[in-house]
Every structure is written in C-alpha cells, then in structure tokens.
C-alpha cells in the first residue's frame, strides 16, 4: 500500500495531532533525544521502542518508567503505576488510519490508559508497517496481525500465537485481547505529537 505521507500528516494536524516525519529511526531516535531532556518519562510496552534503543537513549537526561526495565526491588506493576504519574508518556501504536483513526489493544490496560489522560506531552512512534488506509483495515491489522504477534511473543497460549497468522476470536483466561481503544482525535488537556518513520517498526 502507497502511504502518501504528506496527505496523512495534514490529516492528522488537521485533527490536532503534531507531526514529525521521518526517514530512519536512528533520526527518530536522535529527534526525541534532542527534545526530552530532565523529564519524568513513562514508556508504554512496544516493540518499536525497543528496537529504536530509545529507553537507554532517554535514560541518560531522564527519569524513565518502563515496566520492562525494572529497578531492583520494583515489580512491573509498581513500573506502570510510575509511568502513569510521568510528566511525558511515549509508546507506538497498533494500528493507524490514514484517515485519522487510532487503534490500540492492551491486555493490562496500563498503555491504553496512560495514553488517554494524565500527562503533559504524549508521543506515538508509528513505523510504516502500522499504518492501514481506512478504519476497518485497521482494526482488521489490529486484530489479525499486530495481536497474533504479540501473543506469539509473550508465549501466550492462544490459537493465534501459534502461527501469528490471524484472531480466532479466543475466550477464556489466556486471551490477550481485553482492552480496545479507538481515537478519532487527541484528547483535551495533553500535547500529542505523532512521530512517522518510514520504515518497518514493531508489528
Ligand atoms: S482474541 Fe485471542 S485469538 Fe484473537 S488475537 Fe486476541 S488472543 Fe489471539
């Protein structure tokens, strides 16, 4: 799927988001870097900021709260209990519209929750990979990629983690999907800055 990315960056100010674009994540990474400095700063579970490095990268001028980098004596909930209270929230998304729509799916609730309220400045990391071009393939990608892959990498014992190939719409207490949030726009009271990279990040 073509991205024209300067149509879905006015589309997304046009909403009330900040846009940065950018080619590499090692620019994305040098960005944030720059512009986060002496900031309480909660990470939301991604594997796009993984892969960016960006925890050890913001740890040097921050305060970082991440539930998969604890501090000796700190369980991951105390971690996500931390990064709610933090001035800035970072996290990727699972799923973007080009027509504007925000799609996220949490087990614990902590990053859909975090995203949504309580902190100054809000950033998402969104590699190409996540971006659908309407509603429904998003919540299509959501569904049936981004949280069959994450249930393969937690080990879940799911029928989508076998594969990673699709959702099967599991029930009962293994099942990963429990939280689902939909944003048509930022919310009032937080800066939310979008930050587009084209390459493949996360999944
Ligand atoms: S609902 Fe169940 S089968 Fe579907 S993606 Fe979530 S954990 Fe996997």
Redesign the pocket.
């Known amino acids: 799927m073509e991205i024209n990315y300067p149509k879905l960056k006015s589309t997304l100010e046009s909403l009330g988001y900040g846009v940065t674009c950018f080619n590499t994540a090692e620019d994305a990474t040098d960005y944030l870097d720059e512009k986060i400095r002496n900031k309480t700063v909660g990470f939301g579970g991604s594997v796009t900021l993984e892969q960016m490095g960006l925890y050890d990268r913001l740890a040097f001028n921050n305060e970082v709260f991440y539930h998969r980098r604890l501090p000796g004596g700190k369980t991951p909930r105390d971690v996500c209990n931390d990064a709610k209270d933090t001035q800035v929230y970072i996290s990727s998304v699972n799923g973007l519209a080009q027509t504007g729509e925000i799609v996220n799916i949490d087990g614990n609730g902590n990053r859909i929750a975090s995203i949504l309220y309580g902190h100054e400045d809000v950033y998402f990391v969104i590699g190409k990979n996540k971006i659908a071009e309407n509603y429904e393939q998003t919540l299509w990608r959501v569904?049936n990629i981004a949280?069959?892959k994450n249930?393969q990498r937690v080990k879940?014992k799911?029928?989508?983690?076998v594969h990673a190939d699709k959702?099967?719409?599991?029930s009962g207490p293994n099942?990963?999907?429990r939280t689902m949030s939909v944003m048509y726009g930022p919310p009032f009271h937080s800066n939310f800055e979008i930050i587009l990279v084209q390459e493949e990040l996360g999944f």
Not at 158 to 161: E, K, S
Not at 167 to 170: F, G, L, P, T
Request: charged share 5%; aromatic share 6%.
């Open positions: 569904q949280a069959p249930a879940a799911t029928p989508c983690a959702c099967y719409n599991c099942r990963i999907c």
